[in-house]
């Protein structure tokens, strides 16, 4: 069958961003699914999940038709109806809740299922044209945010395609052969000269495996290793007193503070033998190109920014931020910021700051009503869901799904198929996928701005989240201008008066290179802060609301993280697994396939101490609930540690609710945000529902 090939971008939430190349057959469907060549970041490559894209956007049980619930909440007992009518109800679902309390009571809910502007941000318009609950989206990365800017100043940083100039590369806190396979990429670029990569992460994952060396240590205590490393590279002569003078900040107290922050020290904190840690150190200290490639896992822990920021304070320590091939680097995100205007796709010109904001991540507190934030105002009892599952990925589940089982909350999610929130709403209504509408994407791991045109028709029946939301403002009184306009006049006139020249400017080439230059990126003239200096001691109270007892300069506590105890003897991580990406593709046959089952990656030592074989069915419980889960003998971890990666539906787990029922909504500090990677539980062998 003659094929055409057609670019687009990957839409997923996922720094990388790829650039593609889509086959798209004669008769409307796509075939295989590749990076471009000819983009400098993705270099040819993307991940597997999304080459095989084809097993998702034409799969059988994708949502083609509007449904109403028959059944229990929950129970995904529906029937099919038509556009018109699931409108009208969602509507007067909508203004019936609204007359009863106040516009407040609505909480439109989204994240980044989608991470094209039009597409995901425009349900903002919504909430700020008709003044409904305002969302703190900190679910993901508002930790590492402000760990990153608590010592550089703004999320922005060297040029992630330099680490193909580098001579050691370091990972630290992520998995990128998994996560971000464009990463590996150039770190193969600069293998190829000699150079080395070193991961940094809390059990032998696939980035690992890839590594020339890695340090394996115990959840939450990154903050740590970076102290003892800082200690070392003071003490051996490896600071940059120079730069330090220049454009540090309490450089001279922070060095005193780190005195007992000794290799000894972070060795029975970490579980790194004190010589390694020397070693490291010093490898670090000796290589001016060393460049460190922050990743988000261990920011999503209590003391997430902490551990964040004491791994910035290394190349400042060290001077390595002026090298190119050296620094470190988190995250875009103010590039795209400081250019893109959002205020037509957000609807920002109507936005009302006084009305109550609702934080995403206590989702399950909020709907249960004992959030805070609630108590000035109404509870909430109705909710939009876009590009999201919070019955499934959102932090302690069991209160989430209380939440949504109340007789007084209506729900409406659009999806794409029939996820867990989906089965608790009152009307489904079905999305279409990225190649089927038309958008714009930033990218967190480099510097790319795409535009991505539709590319194929979606099923009869499926309608875009700007669509969607332009129908429903119609019945609802919204009166914003950007609900007249398609997406494409949107996306055009967001690039006109962000200065990059509307859609004619970026149809051809696809994307345009926002990338910071190099003076700035690598702070040639000084850090994006008050006073040109990084700033090792910080005053957390400027960074969240969460910032009471944290340490001004780096140090580790346990009172910090949700520590081992005896009754709670294991941390307990929940990563990513290879074949998903938070909920999506766990739908695709390909992906179900290789991950197989769920499973916890348990210590030889602890299985034996427990009489637990391969393959035994354990539960793994806390304060908030108990999860059953097959077990995987696993040496590489430390003993005390337990993985858990996902993540699976709730009806992979032999009791029917997932591994989040055990994940807190404790907020990370100071900032809040999800402590996926913080949780500390029991484990004993066999389960029973």
């Known amino acids: 069958m003659p094929l055409d090939i057609v670019r687009s971008t990957c839409p997923h939430d996922c720094p990388s961003v790829c650039a593609l190349e889509v086959e798209v057959k004669d008769d409307g469907t796509i075939g295989r699914v590749r990076g471009s060549k000819v983009n400098t970041y993705t270099d040819g490559v993307i991940c597997a999940k999304v080459a095989r894209y084809a097993e998702r956007i034409h799969h059988p049980d994708r949502l083609t038709q509007p449904l109403l619930r028959t059944g229990a909440k929950g129970s995904g007992e529906f029937t099919p109806i038509s556009w018109d009518e699931a409108l009208d109800r969602v509507a007067s679902g909508f203004q019936e809740k609204v007359r009863q309390y106040d516009p407040t009571t609505v909480w439109p809910y989204h994240f980044a299922g989608t991470m094209g502007w039009v597409q995901r941000r425009g349900l903002e318009r919504l909430r700020n044209d008709l003044g409904y609950s305002g969302q703190i989206g900190n679910i993901c990365t508002f930790p590492a945010d402000a760990g990153w800017r608590a010592g550089v100043g703004k999320i922005l940083g060297p040029d992630p395609r330099e680490m193909a100039e580098s001579d050691l590369i370091i990972s ?5 052969v998994s996560t971000q396979v464009n990463v590996m990429t150039h770190v193969a670029k600069a293998r190829k000269r000699g150079a080395k990569f070193v991961v940094v992460d809390v059990y032998h994952t696939p980035s690992v495996e890839a590594a020339d060396e890695a340090y394996i240590l115990r959840p939450g205590t990154d903050v740590a290793l970076a102290c003892a490393m800082m200690h070392v590279l003071f ?34 904190i970490t579980g790194i033998p004190a010589d390694r840690i020397i070693a490291f150190a010093h490898e670090y200290g000796r290589t001016e190109k060393a460049y460190i490639r922050v990743g988000y896992g261990f920011s999503r822990s209590r003391n997430g920014s902490q551990q964040l920021h004491a791994v910035t304070c290394l190349p400042t320590v060290t001077g390595k931020w002026p090298t190119k091939g050296g620094g470190a680097f988190y995250n875009n995100r103010e590039v795209y910021s400081s250019t893109i205007d959002e205020t037509l796709i957000q609807g920002l010109d109507v936005a009302d700051k006084s009305i109550r904001m609702l934080d995403m991540s206590r989702i399950g507190p909020v709907l249960t009503g004992e959030d805070p934030a609630l108590a000035d105002g109404p509870p909430v009892t109705a909710m939009l869901v876009q590009n999201t599952n919070p019955a499934l990925i959102a932090p302690d589940i069991g209160k989430v799904h209380a939440g949504f089982k109340r007789d007084d909350l209506f729900l409406c999610v659009h999806e794409q198929f029939m996820t867990d929130t989906a089965k608790f709403a009152d009307i489904v209504l079905p999305a279409t996928m990225f190649l089927e509408h038309d958008d714009i994407y930033s990218s967190g791991g480099h510097g790319h701005f795409h535009f991505a045109p539709k590319a194929i028709d979606g099923p009869e029946g499926c309608v875009s989240n700007h669509d969607l939301l332009c129908q429903l403002a119609k019945r609802l009184g919204a009166s914003h201008r950007g609900f007249d306009m398609t997406a494409l006049e949107i996306i055009d006139e ?10 004619a400017a970026i149809e051809e080439a696809r994307w345009i290179d926002l990338q910071a230059d190099f003076e700035t990126s690598h702070f040639m003239n000084g850090f994006p802060t008050d006073n040109g200096r990084f700033k090792f001691k910080v005053d957390w109270a400027a960074h969240g609301p969460y910032h009471a007892g944290l340490s001004a300069l780096p140090d580790f506590s346990p009172k910090d993280i949700d520590a081992a105890s005896a009754e709670h003897p294991f941390r307990l991580v929940v990563p990513p697994a290879r074949n998903y990406l938070n909920s999506s593709f766990t739908e695709t046959p390909t992906s179900i396939k290789r991950e197989a089952k769920p499973v916890v990656k348990m210590h030889p030592d602890v299985a034996r101490a427990k009489d ?17 889960v097959h077990a995987e003998i696993f040496a590489d971890l430390q003993p005390e540690v337990l993985i858990v990666e996902g993540v699976w539906p709730n009806a992979a787990f032999p009791g029917g609710l997932g591994i989040n029922v055990l994940i807190s909504a404790a907020p990370s500090r100071p900032a809040s945000g999800g402590v996926f990677h913080d949780t500390a539980v029991w484990l004993k062998k066999g389960f029973t529902a």
């Open 172 to 176: 630290w806190g992520g998995n990128p």
């Open 612 to 628: 637990i074989d391969d393959g035994d069915l354990v539960t793994l419980g806390n304060q908030l609930g108990s999860v059953g």
């Open 235 to 268: 003490r051996d002569g490896f600071a940059d007193r120079d730069y330090l003078a220049q454009f540090g900040q309490d450089h001279q107290e922070l060095e005193t503070h780190l005195a007992d922050k000794t290799p000894e020290w972070a060795a029975a």
């Open 494 to 503: 967001t690039l006109i008066t962000s200065g990059l020249g509307g859609i």
